[in-house]
């Protein structure tokens, strides 16, 4: 399950990122990368836990935001092997 959360906000929410040249510094795009992040985590697979939520959103953030010294708004969350303890919470 966890692969899968992780591909479906690999492929939706990184989407959304490339659209907007800064999407974490418009309030626009902040706003479409949790409503998808939500869309994905609550409505499709049923996690309605806030704090996976917020984690799942800091992750992306800092990994997607290439001024934060991470990897570029290029990158995909296999590339930047997304860490599966932050979404473990999701199995049990």
């Known amino acids: 399950m966890v692969e899968n959360v992780v591909n479906d906000i690999d492929t939706q929410v990184v989407s959304i990122v490339r659209r907007f040249s800064n999407a974490f510094k418009t309030v626009t795009g ?3 990368v949790r409503k998808m992040l939500r869309t994905i985590l609550w ?13 799942a959103y800091k992750y992306v953030e800092m990994y997607y935001t290439p001024d934060n010294g991470g990897p570029t708004s290029q990158a995909s969350a296999k590339e930047v092997n997304i860490n599966h303890e932050s979404l473990k919470v999701a199995e049990e």
Do not use: A, T
Not at 43 to 55: A, C, M, Q, T
């Open 30 to 32: 902040q706003n479409e």
């Open 43 to 55: 409505l499709k697979y049923k996690i309605k836990d806030n704090e996976v939520f917020e984690k």
